[in-house]
């Protein structure tokens, strides 16, 4: 048997896009997971692919690299992912600062473009009339974040490389001081080096790998309502205060809305965002929050049934940035995680970005402000 | 010292009796207009007048000792919610039929023998003149029975080779009033035989009745006319608020010790959800639950021995009447599975050969178990499809229970503040 080159800890989707892009640039990939693959984090989002939400800086660099290489990275898988280029919808109903965030975008890149009332009513014909405010972001789309997950990783078993679900990472074997093997829980798996893409328990598994990094789990719920007629829902409708959510660390709750349909009809309804660590039990508070400004954005939803929640852990780092690079103090040890609610949508670059770390090719977007080495997340 | 008791069916309407018998104020929460459940459908039942019963109210979420209830018809949008505070409650959600999927099974005429008894004793209407009655257990005899009082012919297919509960030396003393009602069907059972496929076009017509060996594989099969077709086997538990509020389980029902105390402080259980095994059990189960609950200085020690009877009978009545995995092979790729999402065996085989080897990803990948009853249908013959397939059962087998909430509700009711009940 050949070792391989690279073991990617983690089958979630960064971990399968990290372990994409490794075998496409040739090298030999094992990806390992204590559970079943992509059914962590994955499974539990929306399967988002925004820059509506991201204000100008390196998060955003990296969500616009990762729209412009999803549409050609599905196209290589070959496989169908659901994915759906239904655009955004940003909403308010008060006194905003909606267009000077939309203002900036656009500088930054982003297809952002304010609209009237009346232009938003027919795009969203059931909105709430109180709205005052809105733009529009032809670009945010959607996908089936299960499906990708196996589609990437299929692609890795096609060019050779092992899919080993059910087998714990313990930690890493050094050999005159840099990664020989990592050790697991079904023996010792030797490699040049090794990608932790955990999310959430990132912070656990680089503990037990001697080199820690501070990643937080962030819970969120999503509320899934029974089938609607087509075009009930069109876009992915947010309102103005989703912007302030995702950047904040400060509230223990954080609730705002983002409603959108899927393929078969159901409405999400997204998110909130809690800080309890890795409990997972219900607070009524949380979907009581979510359901009521779902049905302030659009009124007809208060008649409809919801059908079931469904909750997950976001991870993030303490300055709210991924991190993906490689770990000063281990030579071959690499990380990728911290994406918090973007993971779905920046996995296109963080793979490739990673792969070109790994392999010494000049980075497509720059990779410093996501370095490992930075205050707050290497400990 | 409050009981909130979930459910007002035989172990739910013991409990809440016991618990106010001790001194406790007790709340009791059940769906129905009337008290009973579906074992006295129709024959409305009493509480002890000092339980102050809601009727027509569902428990839909609970946070630990707090239950989120909603009160009104199942389809008015004028419900009204409450939030009841406890310090203690009793489970007592009981069981719905078990369904096993077989070809034709999703046509209007297929009943399931829950749904074909209530018809029967709740409203006196008979699903057909000509029935069939197929499945496994005792609860086929009862369904008949009541199909004959409201004038249908008759015929029970019962896919095991012997009604060993009528054997067992306890069955004869407790059941002999009930044998007796049955004695007029005698003639009309026929064993190891069982519907297979029902056939028709938009509605059932007529069905394949096989001759099965012990591990339920057909031997020979002929068809025959019907009007309509019941089908039990047996009860799945409602663990929604059980697996909601953490409770352990154990084979599928929850874990509770000799008073019945779940594995969360202050949550008792009683009745099927702890275990299949009819309603003198569950009233005995609910009788000390109840009892328990309320801290009652002495257990009641009748109750207790019933329960030590009841279970040894239900141990037995569960070996002579297994569903075993033979019946996997009366399915064809295009038999439907998942009713809401209309996923089919081969949409869920196409599924596990994807790579859906968990309960979650398994349910995203086909989507079966995603639509308005989230699986209560199909989760449980999903979950032994996939597992006979894999080889291995499904790591997170409660991923079919798993509901945040324990009935559907309107985004509306949930975007209310509940008043608090005082």
């Known amino acids: 048997m050949r070792y391989p080159d690279v073991v990617v800890v983690g089958a979630g989707v960064i971990g399968a896009a990290c372990a994409e892009a490794l075998s496409a640039a040739g090298l030999r990939v094992t990806v390992l997971d204590r559970g079943p693959l992509g059914a962590g984090t994955s499974a539990a989002g929306e399967g988002n692919v925004l820059v509506s939400d991201k204000e100008p800086g390196p998060e955003l660099d990296l969500a616009l690299a990762s729209l412009g290489r ?3 990275l599905l196209a290589e898988l070959g496989a169908d992912v659901e994915w759906d280029p239904k655009g955004g919808l940003v909403v308010a109903t ?9 203002e900036a975008q656009r500088a930054a890149g982003v297809d952002a473009r304010p609209i009237t009332p009346a232009e938003a009513f027919d795009l969203e014909p059931h909105l709430t009339r109180a709205v005052v405010a809105a733009v529009h972001y032809p670009q945010d789309a959607q996908l089936q974040p299960v499906l990708v997950t196996k589609a990437l990783l299929a692609a890795v078993r096609r060019r050779g490389g092992t899919l080993r679900p059910g087998v714990r990472a313990l930690g890493v074997r050094l050999a005159n001081g840099a990664v020989a093997a990592v050790r ?19 912070g656990e598994v680089s503990t037990a790998f001697g080199a820690p990094i501070t ?5 969120g719920v999503i509320l899934v309502t029974a089938p609607l007629p087509p075009g009930t829902v069109r876009h992915k409708v947010y309102d103005a205060d989703y912007v302030g959510a995702v950047a904040s660390g400060d509230a223990d709750l954080q609730v705002s809305t983002v409603v959108e349909s899927t393929a078969g009809g159901t409405v999400l309804i997204g998110s909130s965002r809690e800080r309890v660590g890795f409990d997972a039990s219900l607070r009524v508070e949380v979907p009581r929050a979510l359901a009521r400004r779902a049905v302030g954005l659009f009124p007809v939803l208060a008649d409809v049934q919801v059908l079931r929640a469904y909750g997950g852990f976001r991870p993030y780092a303490p300055d709210h940035l991924p991190v993906i690079g490689p770990d000063p103090r281990c030579p ?10 973007a993971g779905i949508g920046l996995a296109a670059a963080t793979g490739r970005l990673l792969a070109e770390l790994v392999t010494g090719v000049e980075p497509h977007v720059d990779a410093r402000p996501f370095r490992v080495d930075r205050p707050g997340v290497c400990a | 010292m409050r009981v909130v008791v979930v459910g007002g069916g035989p172990a739910g309407l013991a409990a809440a009796d016991a618990a106010a018998r001790a001194g406790a104020e007790v709340v009791l929460v059940d769906s129905e207009r009337q008290l009973g459940g579906q074992y006295h459908r129709g024959t409305a039942q009493r509480a002890d007048p000092r339980v102050r019963h809601l009727p027509e109210s569902t428990a839909w979420a609970a946070e630990g000792l707090r239950l989120h209830v909603r009160t009104g018809p199942a389809d008015s949008p004028h419900r009204t919610g409450r939030v009841l505070d406890a310090d203690a409650v009793v489970l007592a959600t009981g069981a719905h039929d078990r369904v096993v999927p077989f070809p034709g099974w999703d046509l209007p005429g297929v009943y399931t023998a829950g749904a074909a008894q209530a018809l029967a004793k709740g409203h006196g209407v008979a699903v057909g003149r000509r029935v069939v009655v197929s499945g496994t257990g005792p609860f086929l005899l009862p369904v008949a029975s009541s199909l004959l009082d409201v004038g249908a012919t008759v015929t029970v297919l019962e896919a095991n080779g012997v009604t060993g509960w009528a054997r067992h030396p306890l069955a004869v003393p407790q059941k002999l009033p009930e044998l007796a009602r049955y004695a007029r069907l005698l003639g009309r059972v026929r064993l190891r035989t069982a519907v297979v496929a029902a056939h028709g076009d938009d509605r059932v017509t007529s069905v394949t009745v096989a001759r099965l060996r012990p591990d339920w594989t057909v031997c020979d099969g002929v068809r025959v006319a019907v009007d309509a077709v019941c089908v039990g086997h047996g009860f799945t538990p409602r663990l929604d608020l059980a697996v909601g509020l ?5 084979d599928g029902f929850v874990r509770v010790d000799a008073v019945g105390a779940t594995s969360v402080r ?22 000390v639950a109840g009892a328990a609950a309320a801290r009652a200085p002495d257990p009641p020690i009748a109750a207790l021995r019933a329960i030590r009877r009841g279970r040894r009978f239900a141990a037995a009545l569960a070996a002579a009447h297994p569903v075993p995995t033979g019946r996997h092979g009366w399915l064809t790729p295009d038999t439907l599975l998942c009713r809401c999402e209309e996923v089919t065996v081969g949409d869920l085989h196409a599924a596990l050969d994807r790579g859906a080897a968990d309960g979650r990803t398994l349910k995203l990948v086909s989507r079966a178990g995603l639509g308005p009853c989230q699986g209560r249908t199909c989760g449980r013959e999903v979950a032994d499809l996939a597992a006979a397939r894999l080889g291995h059962p499904l790591p997170d087998a409660d991923a079919f229970h798993r509901r945040p909430f324990a009935t559907p509700l309107r985004l509306g009711e949930l975007a209310q503040h509940p008043e608090e009940d005082p």
């Open chain 1, 215 to 219: 990643v937080l789990p962030r819970r």
């Open chain 2, 246 to 250: 953490g409770c352990d389980l154990v």
């Open chain 1, 94 to 102: 008060g006194d905003t600062a909606l267009t000077a965030f939309a």
């Open chain 1, 332 to 341: 071959g040890l690499w990380h990728a995680t911290g994406h918090e609610g």
């Open chain 2, 266 to 287: 202050g949550v008792y259980a009683a009745g099927e959800i702890t275990g299949i095994g009819g309603a003198d059990l569950a009233a005995a189960e609910g009788e």
């Open chain 1, 70 to 72: 999803w549409p050609d």
């Open chain 1, 184 to 202: 697991t829980d079904d023996g010792d798996v030797p490699c040049g080096a090794v990608v932790i893409a955990c999310g959430p328990w990132s």
